[in-house]
């Protein structure tokens, strides 16, 4: 199995910046499409950006689209999510994920055909 943990998360205040990881532990890292997804209280779990296996294909929800960047490094076991702009509505729990199946499903299949998900991490934006 994977592990996935992330860190990073914070209080930041709006118009900052934010990078979120994802170190993995167990299988290679390259086996999978990564994602991360986030929920905000009251709201159901939401896309936010995939990136293939080997870092050539990106997705992102439109609404983080321009501010958010997702890359990864297999040789280091890891996924980054690079937040820039913040805004109030960015406060969420972020969650790391993994698929075998492929990154772009991530933002079209409800539920998203996710195999491993991280723990979450906090992120608030204030205003």
């Known amino acids: 199995q994977v592990q996935l943990v992330e860190s990073g998360g914070g209080l930041v205040q709006a118009g900052g910046s934010l990078r979120l990881s994802c170190a993995a532990s167990g299988r290679t890292l390259s086996n999978y499409a990564m994602g991360w997804f986030r929920q905000a209280p009251g709201k159901e779990r939401e896309f936010v950006a995939a990136?293939?296996?080997?870092?050539?294909?990106?997705y992102y929800a439109d609404s983080v689209k321009g501010r958010f960047t997702i890359s990864r490094d297999n040789a280091k076991n890891t996924v980054y999510l690079q937040m820039m702009s913040l805004k109030p509505e960015d406060t969420a729990v972020y969650y790391c994920?993994?698929?075998?199946?492929?990154?772009?499903?991530?933002?079209?299949?409800?539920?998203?055909?996710?195999?491993?998900w991280g723990e979450g991490t906090l992120v608030t934006v204030s205003s």
């Open positions: 994920a993994a698929t075998s199946g492929a990154a772009q499903s991530m933002g079209v299949v409800r539920p998203p055909g996710v195999d491993y």
């Open positions: 990136v293939s296996r080997h870092g050539g294909t990106t």
